[in-house]
């Protein structure tokens, strides 16, 4: 079993930046890989941004360039830094693990574990 807490988001002008952290804890271990998703009312779940089994990084079109994904403390922390921030991008942002990284950005019916998601809400 694993838990995911997400924290960080919240309310920022188009342009700006926000951090979002995720703490797991529990049965994680080198075996899960670990990524950001992302969902409004008018769409379904989308990946952001997750971090493979080799460690590097692969990124949703959207948000190449502004958003940087990493890892703090072995894998219990995962962050999200988003920076030059588009109202496009408010969504409810949620953190998941994914046993056996086979997941990716697109085969979310695939990763194992969700939090309750943080709110980032970008105005215009």
């Known amino acids: 079993q694993v838990l995911l807490e997400e924290s960080g988001g919240g309310s920022v002008q188009a342009g700006g930046s926000l951090r979002l952290s995720c703490v797991a804890s529990?049965?994680?271990?080198?075996?899960?890989?670990m990524g950001w998703f992302r969902q409004t009312p008018a769409q379904e779940r989308e990946g952001v941004a997750y971090?493979?089994?080799?460690?590097?990084?692969t990124y949703a079109h959207s948000v190449k360039g502004r958003f940087t994904i990493s890892q703090e403390n072995s894998k219990n922390t995962l962050i999200l830094q988003m920076d030059s921030l588009k109202p496009e991008d408010s969504a409810m942002y949620y953190c998941?693990?994914?046993?056996?990284?086979?997941?990716?950005?697109?085969?979310?019916?695939?990763?194992?574990?969700w939090g309750q998601g943080t709110v980032v809400t970008v105005s215009s």
């Open positions: 971090i493979g089994d080799g460690g590097e990084a």
């Open positions: 998941s693990a994914d046993y056996g990284c086979d997941g990716g950005v697109s085969r979310i019916d695939l990763w194992d574990y």
């Open positions: 529990g049965d994680i271990d080198s075996r899960y890989c």
